[in-house]
């Protein structure tokens, strides 16, 4: 079945480093790709999506390329910021057809802390 | 304003005392569903709901029940309640199932003693 697999966690980093969370996926096909932020005490909220391969999402600093040949999707983020602190959790959905139609998938969640 | 709305946010209770927790979305979204989150398993799907009267299981059903008679609400039942049950749970909408991203409520803390 499908599954995603994100990097372990938890991620220490110093205010202004680089960031990557590692996430690679197991799927049959081309699902749509999507990296969910949750802050404390909130629910998931979209940070970025793509929806084919080569494709990359961008949002608040943040990237991820669909990368179809090594089925990864790994979050970057140049410069991080206190305010970057949550969980992160990659996740796959499919568009259409299939006994999956409209599931989402999420990877186990990796918990970011950034030290000012 | 777009929300997906839970109550209650947080709910202490008994084994076997059964209980519901509400869900209501005001964006007039098809698509609907509930997971449940626990440390290091991430969130998986309890079931889900492509409209009105249509649900269907998702990878964790067992000791759940939901019904879908309004397009705006999605309850999740929890019959007989078990400590295995202790999670923390999200219900989530989209506009329909193809693809798109979910709006998800901010989540009922649920402790079974």
């Known amino acids: 079945g499908d599954s995603v697999t994100q990097m372990e966690g938890p991620v220490t980093l110093s205010e202004e480093a680089f960031l990557t969370i590692n996430c690679t996926y197991t799927?049959?096909?081309?699902?749509?790709l999507f990296w969910y932020v949750q802050y404390p005490g909130e629910g998931l909220q979209l940070l970025l999506k793509?929806?084919?391969a080569d494709d990359k999402g961008s949002n608040k600093g943040f990237e991820a390329t669909y990368r179809k040949e090594t089925t990864s999707f790994h979050l970057e983020k140049g410069s991080v910021q206190v305010s970057d602190s949550a969980v992160y959790f990659c996740?796959?959905?499919w568009g259409a057809g299939g006994t999956s139609y409209g599931k989402l998938t999420f990877g186990q969640g990796t918990i970011l802390t950034v030290h000012p | 304003e777009a929300q997906v709305t839970q109550n209650p946010r947080y709910l202490i209770t008994v084994t076997g005392k059964k209980l519901t927790v509400t869900c209501s979305q005001n964006?007039?979204?098809?698509?609907m569903s509930w997971y449940r989150q626990d440390p290091g398993l991430g969130l998986r799907q309890i079931y889900y709901?492509?409209?009105?009267?249509?649900?269907d299981k998702g990878d964790v059903p067992e000791g759940y029940k939901v019904s879908r008679k309004e397009k705006r609400n999605f309850p999740l039942i929890l019959e007989s309640p078990s400590p295995n049950q202790t999670s923390l749970y999200f219900c989530?909408?989209?506009?329909?199932?193809?693809?798109?991203?979910?709006?998800f409520g901010s989540g009922t803390q649920l402790s079974v003693l």
């Open positions: 799927a049959t096909g081309y699902p749509s």
């Open positions: 709901s492509m409209n009105v009267e249509v649900t």
């Open positions: 793509a929806t084919k």
């Open positions: 989530a909408s989209s506009f329909n199932s193809k693809g798109e991203k979910l709006f």
């Open positions: 996740a796959l959905r």
């Open positions: 964006m007039n979204h098809e698509y």
